[in-house]
């Protein structure tokens, strides 16, 4: 089986700012933990991404913009 490559060309700040999206997604995915069954006021106001369900959620719609930015250079 043999591969052929192809050059695609895109903004080095576009990717750069891929990068950062990428990184801050993983970041979030690495340092989520589970909510309480029972939250308290703390956990009431902490961030969204504090926990596997907010992080999971940005991670997909991060994931869904990167893929939509680099698609953007190949269509």
Known sequence: MSF???????????????????QRAETYCRNARP?????????LMAEPTTFYS?????????LRDCIQQ?????D
């Open 54 to 62: 907010g992080a999971s959620g940005y991670a997909g719609a991060t």
């Open 4 to 22: 052929q490559f192809e050059m695609v060309s895109m903004p080095r700040v576009q990717l750069d700012q891929i990068l950062i999206q990428m």
């Open 35 to 43: 909510a309480s069954r029972h939250a308290d006021m703390e956990e």
């Open 70 to 74: 680099l698609e953007s250079y190949v």
